[in-house]
């Protein structure tokens, strides 16, 4: 007997073995592509701001440099946690919430940054183009929020009612599920 004969009919194949998935449960194709653009326009945004060496108000130049490199840092993490398997193992249950969460700060945040920041500078080229980068992440992100709804509606909102934090479906307060009842020996107490 051949040894193919012999493993055939006990080795199973695993085809989505891969640790980089897109698209994934938490990202589909178009919004990853989104992310990519996300992160290089807050890079860009971020490196034109460190290149300006004389501020008029600084005020408005360090919370636009808080909000590109947070946004920078932050979004690729995001970004290889929901496109791998990682996010699997931490626990976490709500990533569509999060990433909902996430995108809107920042998009609010970018946006406030990049209207301060063109409106308060001292109108050299580098920072009307990092201001310009700026208002391109800001609608990077929006349009990732955008598809997001358009794909899965909001994550906090499922039929009118709030979604549970474990993504399992609760009973009203009224009702008492029929299994956990009868588990915690209340089902025999009522009978009686």
Known sequence: MAAEEVYSSTVVSTPNVACCLVPS?????????????????????????????????????????????????????????????????????????????YTMVIAFLFLIASIVFAAINGGTTLEKSAAAFGFLATFAFMADLFLFWRKRGLPFLKGGQAQSTNGIPTAEPDQKDPAETEKLGLGTAAAE
């Open 25 to 101: 449960q938490c990202l589909e194709k178009a919004r990853f592509i989104i992310k990519l653009l996300e992160v290089l326009l807050s890079l860009v945004a971020f490196i034109l701001e460190e290149m300006v060496s004389v501020c008029i108000n600084c005020a408005a130049l360090e919370f636009f440099e808080f909000v590109s490199c947070t946004s920078f840092l932050f979004t690729p993490l995001l970004l290889i946690l929901l496109y791998t398997k990682v996010h699997h193992g931490l626990g976490i249950t709500c990533w569509p919430s999060l990433d909902f969460v």
